[in-house]
């Protein structure tokens, strides 16, 4: 489509060779720098260091204070995952030492995070967003640093080696919902953006519509970054159904800009009352459900597929305990957000990879051998077992890397997201048979 602005690859099947990995000691002059400079640097105190009783330094980034998707709960949470550990008496007895970077949505502050986790001898990124992955990749493969348990916005963290997801990203929550909505809905019409990483979502929802044995979903593209979307929804509600009473669905997946079109939709959808919404975890949570008017909302009804159990359920107890206990009242982090919740788990899965390397050296070098020869990391039930392989079952529709594909089904009921299905829902056959050619 001439004249499309080019946005960041995301979702655009393609593999990466391997890269070369790097080992030995490398400069120490940024960390005398960051030292100096220990205020601005969002950094957990302590040196780093490959063995002994050093700290072990790892990285978290993601985007904060921009006019467009922020996740300042991720770097918060990391910061506060550390002081819980390290009050612990940290990790196989060495102090966890995080520094954070604001990748402010712009691929050259992306890549300045990444370097500096180079200069700085990080282990790892760990629990982190970031769209420009053409931006961070390369630093962290050229050192030979995994990034572990990133948010999975970008096509690069399902086929980089170096990259060891947590969940399905994308692909797997519009597989799922597709899957959910063959036998809930009428006609579908997904509100897509008119962008190259946009043209990739139709195939996904199709995938598991087409499972259900539904029709494919409509197509509408809309602009991402409009102001109101009066004229959108009002297509999308007549493309939805033939009938005022028939219940059809409406897919919003404009990222950030969902809950404008929401605005536009609320108003647009009194001669529609049947007409219901779905939509993917990220482009809404719980606070965005609360913020639109809860159980009189547009949401109330909607269907949401999302990577891990509700907020509610008993196994983020934990996590909620490390907030309770080290960012009370710090109100960057949600439990009920997505990024605090990959955080948490990328974290909880980076602690049981030290740990396999018992009183070993621990270096990115160390961590990746061990992710590479078929280590199995569990995360509470949070996620199933981890096990990452280069060529995995997803291999063939251009996802090698993506290992989880459950995701779980919600539903929002009296303004609350609720489970509507008990236990996950694998997508595996779904995405395999997707046309993302």
């Not at 572990?148 to 963290?157: D, K, S």
């Not at 195939?203 to 991402?224: F, I, V, W, Y």
């Not at 594909?405 to 303004?415: K, M, P, S």
Request: proline share 6%; charged share 20%; net charge neutral.
């Amino acid at each position: 489509m001439t004249g499309r602005r080019r946005f960041p690859r995301t979702f655009l099947p393609g593999l990466f060779t391997r890269p070369l990995r790097t080992t030995g000691v490398r400069t120490a002059g940024a960390l005398v720098a960051c030292g100096a400079l220990a205020a601005g640097c969002g950094v957990v105190p302590g040196t780093t260091g490959g063995s002994g009783d050093d700290p072990i330094t790892v990285m978290t980034w993601a985007p904060q204070d921009t006019g467009a998707t922020n996740k300042p709960g991720m770097p918060a949470f990391a910061r506060a995952y550390a002081r819980w550990i390290n009050a612990q008496g940290g990790i196989n007895g060495r102090k966890l030492n995080v520094l954070t970077c604001n990748d402010r949505n712009d691929s050259v502050a992306a890549a300045k995070c990444a370097r500096r986790a180079v200069k700085e001898n990080a282990v790892a990124v760990v629990g982190s967003y970031s769209q420009y992955a053409d931006s961070f990749f390369p630093p962290l493969e050229g050192a030979g640093i995994p990034y572990i348990g990133g948010y999975g916005i970008t096509n690069t963290e399902f086929t980089s080696p170096l990259s060891y997801p947590v969940n399905g990203g994308q692909p797997a929550l519009l597989a799922g919902l597709g899957s959910a909505l063959a036998s809930a809905c009428g006609p579908v019409t997904l509100i897509r953006p008119d962008t190259i990483a946009g043209d990739q979502l139709p195939a996904l929802l199709d995938s598991g519509l087409k499972a259900g044995g539904h029709t494919r979903a409509r197509d509408q593209l809309a602009a991402e970054d409009a102001t109101e979307y009066d004229s959108q929804a009002e297509r999308a509600l007549e493309g939805s159904t033939t009938d005022p009473l028939e219940k059809g669905c409406v897919v919003p997946a404009l990222g950030d800009r969902t809950d404008t079109f929401m605005d536009s939709f609320r108003r647009a959808r009194a001669e529609y009352p049947a007409v219901r919404t779905a939509t993917v975890l990220g482009s809404v949570d719980q606070t965005t459900i609360d913020a639109t008017g809860g159980a009189s909302g547009p949401y109330e009804g909607s269907y949401v597929t999302g990577w891990y159990p509700p907020e509610s359920d008993a196994r983020w107890d934990r996590m909620k305990k490390v907030i309770q206990q080290e960012a009370f009242g710090d109100n960057r982090i949600d439990p009920a957000d997505a990024g605090v919740q990959t955080t948490w788990i990328a974290y909880t899965a980076f602690k049981e990879i030290v740990e396999s390397l018992g009183g070993g050296e621990v270096t990115a070098d160390t961590i990746t051998k061990a992710l590479d020869s078929g280590l199995k990391v569990t995360t509470g039930g949070l996620t199933p077992t981890l096990h990452w392989r280069f060529q995995d079952k997803l291999a063939s529709v251009g996802f090698p890397r993506l290992v989880n594909t459950n995701v779980t089904l919600q539903v929002v009921r009296g303004g609350r997201l609720v489970s509507a299905r008990k236990g996950f829902v694998d997508t595996t056959r779904t995405l395999q048979n997707a046309d993302v050619s």
